[in-house]
C-alpha cells in the first residue's frame, strides 16, 4: 500500500506564509483525487483543498485566494501553498488520497503536520 508523508508543518505569524509537502511512495496518478484536510482543536476533519486525476481543483471558501494545491507527478508529490495565514487556520493538516480499493473508494492517510498561526 502506498504511503503518504507530509512535512513544512510549523509556526507562523499572521500573515505569513507556509508551504506543505505530501510525498507518496508509490505513483499519485494511480488516485482518483488527492487533497489535503486541516483538523482544528475540537473539530471535525475538513477537505481544505482538493486536486482531482484530471488536475481540477477546488477549495473550502475560507481559503480560496489564499492556498493553492499543486502536484509533481514526476516526483509523486502534492503541495499546498499557503498564503496570508490566519489564526483560524491553525490546524493540523492531513494529506489525503482516494483510490479504488475491489471496487471501492480507499482512504490513505498520512500522519499529520501542525500549523500554528499565532503572534
Known amino acids: 500500500q502506498v504511503e503518504l508523508v507530509e512535512s513544512g508543518g510549523g509556526l507562523v505569524q499572521p500573515g505569513g506564509s507556509l508551504r506543505l509537502s505530501c510525498a507518496a511512495s508509490?505513483?499519485?496518478?494511480?488516485?482518483?483525487?488527492m487533497a489535503w484536510y486541516g483538523q482544528a482543536p475540537g473539530k471535525q476533519r475538513e477537505m481544505v483543498a482538493v486536486?482531482?486525476?484530471?488536475?481540477?481543483?477546488n477549495y473550502v471558501d475560507s481559503v480560496k485566494g489564499r492556498f493553492t494545491i499543486s502536484r509533481d507527478i514526476a516526483e509523486n508529490t502534492v503541495s499546498l501553498q499557503m498564503n496570508s495565514l490566519k489564526p483560524e487556520d491553525t490546524a493540523v493538516y492531513y494529506c489525503n488520497a482516494k483510490e479504488m480499493r475491489f471496487g471501492e473508494i480507499a482512504d490513505i492517510w498520512g500522519q499529520g503536520t501542525q500549523v500554528t498561526v499565532s503572534s
Open positions: 508509490g505513483r499519485i496518478s494511480r488516485f482518483l483525487l
Open positions: 486536486i482531482k486525476q484530471s488536475g481540477i481543483t
